[in-house]
């Protein structure tokens, strides 16, 4: 079966700092990768997705993720952190012919001043 | 453009009551998601339609639970009688499902339900 792994529920951060947040999935055929957000009270949001192409995608905020085959991985980055960027982190994957998004556990990043 | 509708936002009722939540989807998309969510089991899907058509059902928890889909432009989950272990943030999505794959959902903000 087809899952995402997010390790750490909770992931603290300093202010200006990298934002590193990993996602791997497991699979046998090609994946449609995404990653989304959840403010507060809020649904979730698209930030980014691959699909086809080049493999570094980049998305909305200044984030990026790479997705890499060899390490079946679609990492999350941002370089410098803001503290609007805390907020809950979602990896998903979903396949061709396939409507469903298996979504990772999620991580809760935390912006620290 | 009007992203995904739901409503009511918010629902404090008492155990045992029908609580019926409502969901818009964005006009064109043809799939449709239902999704709870809460802390200790996170994002779960319960039920999705594609073209008004259930598709996979099998995260429904319960009888208790039955979702419709009239129409392409709305749908209904239904919980009867509700029980307090339904507390959830339940979350209704959509997206363009013909295109092989690859289509982001687009989520809604929720209905936040408590069951006293």
């Known amino acids: 079966a087809q899952s995402v792994t997010q390790l750490g529920s909770h992931v603290s951060v300093s202010e200006g700092a990298l934002v590193l947040l990993r996602c791997n999935y497991s699979?046998?055929?090609?994946?449609?990768l995404f990653w989304y957000v959840q403010y507060p009270n809020q649904g979730l949001q698209l930030l980014l997705k691959?699909?086809?192409?080049?493999?570094l995608v980049k998305g909305i905020n200044g984030f990026e993720a790479e997705f890499k085959k060899s390490e079946t991985s679609f990492h999350l980055t941002k370089p410098s952190a803001h503290m609007s960027d805390a907020a809950e982190y979602f990896c998903?994957?979903?396949?061709?012919?396939?409507?469903?998004?298996?979504f990772g556990k999620g991580n809760q990043v935390v912006v620290i001043p | 453009d009007a992203g995904v509708i739901q409503s009511p936002r918010h629902e404090v009722t008492e155990m045992g009551q029908e609580v019926t939540l409502r969901c818009k989807p964005i006009?064109?998309?043809?799939?449709l998601f239902w999704y709870r969510q809460t802390m200790m089991r996170g994002l779960e899907l319960l039920i999705y339609?594609?073209?008004?058509?259930?598709?996979?059902d099998s995260g429904m928890p319960e009888d208790r639970f039955s979702a419709k889909m009239p129409n392409a432009s709305f749908s209904t989950l239904k919980i009867q009688p509700s029980e307090p272990r339904d507390s959830a943030v339940y979350f209704c999505a959509s997206s363009l499902g013909d295109r092989g794959g690859g289509q982001p959902q687009h989520f809604g903000d929720g209905t936040r339900l408590s069951i006293l």
């Open positions: 699979s046998s055929v090609p994946p449609y």
């Open positions: 339609f594609n073209n008004n058509v259930p598709i996979d």
């Open positions: 006009s064109g998309h043809n799939s």
């Open positions: 691959y699909t086809t192409g080049a493999t």
């Open positions: 998903a994957v979903s396949f061709y012919g396939n409507n469903r998004l298996a």
